[in-house]
């Protein structure tokens, strides 16, 4: 029970941002949340983070940790549930958002499919590339695409998310096929508004940004695709977007030697104590439908 007390203790702090903040959120002073990081860190034997009168930063390690204990109270939270609730069906409303492509494809089938198994929820999909305020904007429930900077997010992690350099076979036979990621600058690429780079793994496994141009850049990752189907350039796409093409030969994948680590495809909702069952059920059907070996290739 100490354990379990010393890590919600972290996440608290972790999330909240203070001691004082954590310590009124679970009824106890500052200085019992402290004594409770200062044991989970002598216990650990690792710095999980670095504390001055004024800020609270986590380590690397801290980092890390958090996401794990964040995913085992949420595990925690729901198999209390599936034990404590017996016949009690998930009701009322969620409002969920996610990514505009994604939301399409993975989520709004996924989102018909729980209403169908639940009939007494109901759901509002807010489906958009903007990166939303989910306490001022009151979501339930986000799904995100990659890292995640905002700590004070509870994070669940769905899946594996793995981007890969694509071309047409016709653009690749008028225009080559590039060796290294150094040849992107002799090609034509097709890239989002404002991104940073493609992102490459060298061979000392350093994670490298490369910059690219083209004459088409567009924040709608679906006009992209179809303009490297319509073979007028190079774009770097996520598998679940391309995956079918690539099987039926549409599209062809390049430099995957120098693919960049996966990312993960997170669901996201603001620290409480108690998620909602309909939330909880939400984000467990998410799960455990990407997490089948068959979902991927049906669904593409």
């Known amino acids: 029970m100490d354990h379990l007390k010393q890590i919600e203790s972290f996440v608290n702090v972790a999330t909240r941002g203070s001691l004082s903040a954590a310590a009124r959120l679970e009824g106890v ?7 409770r990081l200062d044991a989970l860190e002598q216990r650990l034997g690792v710095k999980l983070m670095v504390r001055t009168t004024r800020s609270i930063a986590l ?5 890390a940790f958090l996401e794990d204990c964040q995913r085992i109270l949420h595990d925690l939270a729901n198999a209390e549930a599936s034990v404590t609730l017996g016949g009690v069906k998930a009701s009322g409303h969620v409002r969920i958002s996610a ?3 994604f939301g399409r494809r993975h989520v709004a089938p996924l989102v018909r499919e729980f ?5 007494e ?7 958009t590339d903007r990166l939303v305020d989910l306490a001022n904007e009151g979501i339930d ?3 995100r695409i990659g890292g995640l900077a905002d700590s004070s997010l509870v994070s669940v992690r769905l899946a594996e998310n793995r981007r890969v350099v694509v071309a047409s076979p016709d653009y690749l036979a008028r225009r080559g096929v590039p060796v290294t990621p150094d040849d992107l600058i002799r090609h034509t690429c097709l890239s989002l508004g404002q991104q940073r780079g493609w992102l490459f793994r060298t061979g000392d496994g350093d994670v490298v940004a490369v910059r690219v141009s083209g004459r088409l850049e567009c924040n709608d990752g679906a006009v992209l695709h179809d303009a490297a189907l319509a073979g007028e350039g190079l774009a ?15 599209l062809v994948s ?21 998620l909602a069952l309909r939330v909880r059920l939400l984000i467990d059907h998410f799960k455990n439908r990407y997490g089948r070996a068959d979902y991927w290739r049906q669904a593409g």
């Not at 380590?59 to 980092?63: D, I, Q, V």
């Not at 770097?236 to 549409?250: K, Y």
């Not at 390049?254 to 108690?274: C, E």
Request: net charge negative; glycine share 8%; aromatic share 10%.
């Open 141 to 143: 429930c986000a799904i």
């Open 236 to 250: 770097w796409r996520s598998l679940w977007e391309v995956e079918a093409d690539l099987r039926a030969g549409r």
């Open 115 to 119: 209403l169908e198994a639940n009939p």
């Open 99 to 101: 990514p505009a492509g």
């Open 59 to 63: 380590t690397f390690e801290g980092s």
């Open 121 to 127: 929820v109901s759901c509002t999909l807010d489906l």
């Open 29 to 35: 002073t500052p200085a019992v949340i402290g004594r």
């Open 254 to 274: 390049v430099l995957d030697q120098f693919a960049a680590p996966v990312t993960g495809i997170y669901a996201v909702f603001p620290q409480r104590r108690q």
